[in-house]
């Protein structure tokens, strides 16, 4: 299911994606939540290692979407 943000289509991901990290790199990643969220990521916590990610842009590939939390985290 697609749904529309703006300008860009975002898709709901029907299993989201769990991306591992250190409590502090969770921490980091959701002090930027709004910026993701302006490019179509959805994302929440899910315990103090682990982000769920339940939207992305349709046109971004999960490795993508995974590859720029990480680097938010650091």
Do not use: C, W, Y
Request: aromatic content about 2%; proline content about 5%.
């Amino acid at each position: 299911r697609s749904l529309e943000l703006g300008q860009m289509e975002v898709q709901q991901l029907l299993l989201p994606l769990s991306v591992d990290l250190s409590a502090d790199e969770v921490e980091s990643v959701l002090g930027e939540r709004a910026q993701f969220e302006r490019m179509g990521i959805q994302i929440e916590p899910m315990g103090p290692s682990t982000i769920v990610v339940r939207t992305i842009p349709s046109l971004v590939q999960e490795t993508a979407v995974i590859e720029s939390l990480k680097k938010a985290a650091n």
